[in-house]
């Protein structure tokens, strides 16, 4: 593997969201499946006796789990379901789709099984005997691939509500103010962070939720340059509650300090003190995963969103890999956007871009000492 695929692999690593491969999968096998019987059994009276038994087993199934749960759930009817027992049922047990496909099936047994040699109750009897011998013996639990999916279709995992919390309570906050406040430092600051790349937000995201306190300590050759003008609103009873960020230096290899805005993503510091607290129950797997899913969510928040745009940088990484990679990753990432921005000119002002634009860091104002506009003649002024 290059260097440049290893710098890759964390922003590859982050998870998508599932698609439905799971129900077309089901589609094929279901066709599949339907010509393997009509190949094998001529008798289709026979077919379809069985396959009414096996589908009522499985609506059977469905009603014991339920009544199974409603034993517990009816305990908790006045704290989870306003002493509702309706909706302690509801919640159990869909009665609509499950209670109608129930009486369906048993009618068209009734009606496919006058040879049959077992009853409808024995029927009945068997089937709640194999469902609850599944259920007492966990063998019905979903797997860890299910929970995942049903908690990230539902949004109910723990990095969803921290992205959110960390968007609405901090970054729709100060980013749209961002470019504001750093005009102001630049005015007292000796126009440090005049190009555009570090006129945003970089905010470090460490899988391995790794955050200190201070960038100092995380490397020798970040140092802290001064904070930016604070944002104060008020903010949930708080009267003027205030917001800052911190303007580094970051030294390359040549010894030359570049200046950005830069601070830690600072929910994933929440869960690496979860992942040592025991009442968390959150293990070292689950916090790697967790972390992936804030990164994805949001980037996904601050995508769609128009006041957010532009003003802010995502920085990931699996961890501190050697000495200094912190500033070398950051480095690495205000370089990257140099090319993206030389790339759009090009693509935005045509081939002559690279001999007709200067760096910004290069460009002089240059003024006419004369206070009327001049004339393209020599002699004008």
């Given at each position: 593997?290059?260097?440049?695929?290893?710098?890759?692999?964390?922003?590859?690593?982050?998870?998508?969201?599932?698609?439905?491969?799971?129900?077309?999968?089901?589609?094929?096998?279901?066709?599949?499946?339907?010509?393997?019987?009509?190949?094998?059994?001529?008798?289709?009276?026979?077919?379809?006796?069985?396959?009414?038994?096996?589908?009522?087993?499985?609506?059977?199934?469905?009603?014991?789990?339920?009544?199974?749960?409603?034993?517990?759930?009816?305990?908790?009817?006045?704290?989870?379901?306003?002493?509702?027992?309706?909706?302690?049922l509801k919640a159990c047990?869909?009665?609509?789709?499950?209670?109608?496909?129930?009486?369906?099936?048993?009618?068209?047994?009734?009606?496919?099984?006058?040879?049959?040699?077992?009853?409808?109750?024995?029927?009945?009897?068997?089937?709640?005997?194999?469902?609850?011998?599944?259920?007492?013996?966990?063998?019905?639990?979903?797997?860890?691939?299910?929970?995942?999916?049903?908690s990230e279709r539902n949004?109910?995992?723990?990095?969803?509500?921290?992205?959110?919390?960390?968007?609405?309570?901090?970054?729709?906050?100060?980013?749209?103010?961002?470019?504001?406040?750093?005009?102001?430092?630049?005015?007292?600051?000796?126009?440090?962070?005049?190009?555009?790349?570090?006129?945003?937000?970089?905010?470090?995201?460490?899988?391995?939720?790794?955050?200190?306190?201070?960038?100092?300590?995380?490397?020798?050759?970040?140092?802290?340059?001064?904070?930016?003008?604070?944002?104060?609103?008020?903010?949930?009873?708080?009267?003027?509650?205030?917001?800052?960020?911190?303007?580094?230096?970051?030294?390359?290899?040549?010894?030359?300090?570049?200046?950005?805005?830069?601070?830690?993503?600072?929910?994933?510091?929440?869960?690496?003190?979860?992942?040592?607290?025991?009442?968390?129950?959150?293990?070292?797997?689950?916090?790697?995963?967790?972390?992936?899913?804030?990164?994805?969510?949001?980037?996904?928040?601050?995508?769609?969103?128009?006041?957010?745009?532009?003003?802010?940088?995502?920085?990931?990484?699996?961890?501190?890999?050697?000495?200094?990679?912190?500033?070398?990753?950051?480095?690495?990432?205000?370089?990257?956007?140099?090319q993206e921005e030389y790339?759009?000119?090009?693509?935005?002002?045509?081939?002559?871009?690279?001999?007709?634009?200067?760096?910004?860091?290069?460009?002089?104002?240059?003024?006419?000492?004369?206070?009327?506009?001049?004339?393209?003649?020599?002699?004008?002024?």
């Amino acid at each position: 593997m290059s260097r440049e695929e290893d710098r890759s692999q964390p922003r590859s690593s982050i998870p998508r969201r599932r698609g439905n491969r799971a129900q077309l999968a089901s589609y094929f096998l279901i066709a599949l499946s339907a010509l393997i019987v009509y190949l094998t059994e001529p008798d289709l009276h026979h077919v379809a006796q069985c396959l009414i038994i096996h589908f009522m087993a499985l609506q059977v199934g469905v009603l014991v789990k339920g009544i199974c749960n409603f034993t517990e759930e009816v305990h908790h009817v006045s704290a989870r379901y306003h002493g509702e027992y309706l909706r302690t049922l509801k919640a159990c047990l869909d009665f609509h789709r499950h209670g109608l496909l129930l009486l369906i099936c048993g009618a068209a047994y009734s009606l496919l099984s006058k040879e049959s040699g077992l009853p409808l109750c024995l029927y009945m009897s068997l089937m709640c005997l194999c469902q609850l011998l599944t259920i007492a013996f966990g063998l019905q639990n979903p797997s860890a691939a299910e929970i995942s999916e049903i908690s990230e279709r539902n949004n109910l995992n723990v990095a969803h509500g921290l992205a959110w919390s960390y968007y609405i309570g901090y970054l729709k906050i100060i980013l749209p103010r961002l470019k504001d406040s750093i005009s102001i430092f630049n005015e007292t600051n000796n126009f440090l962070l005049k190009c555009k790349k570090t006129r945003k937000l970089h905010i470090l995201i460490p899988l391995n939720c790794h955050v200190p306190d201070n960038l100092l300590t995380a490397d020798s050759r970040i140092q802290f340059i001064n904070n930016l003008p604070e944002v104060a609103v008020d903010r949930a009873g708080i009267k003027r509650r205030s917001y800052k960020n911190s303007v580094y230096g970051v030294l390359d290899e040549n010894q030359k300090m570049h200046f950005c805005v830069v601070e830690y993503a600072t929910p994933l510091q929440s869960l690496n003190i979860m992942s040592q607290d025991e009442n968390a129950a959150l293990s070292s797997q689950a916090r790697l995963e967790q972390a992936k899913l804030f990164c994805r969510t949001l980037e996904e928040i601050l995508e769609n969103s128009k006041e957010c745009s532009g003003c802010y940088q995502l920085i990931v990484y699996d961890g501190e890999n050697g000495e200094h990679f912190l500033s070398k990753e950051i480095l690495r990432h205000l370089k990257q956007q140099d090319q993206e921005e030389y790339a759009m000119c090009t693509r935005e002002e045509g081939p002559f871009c690279r001999q007709t634009r200067m760096p910004v860091e290069e460009t002089e104002l240059l003024l006419s000492s004369c206070d009327q506009p001049l004339s393209l003649r020599s002699d004008s002024c």
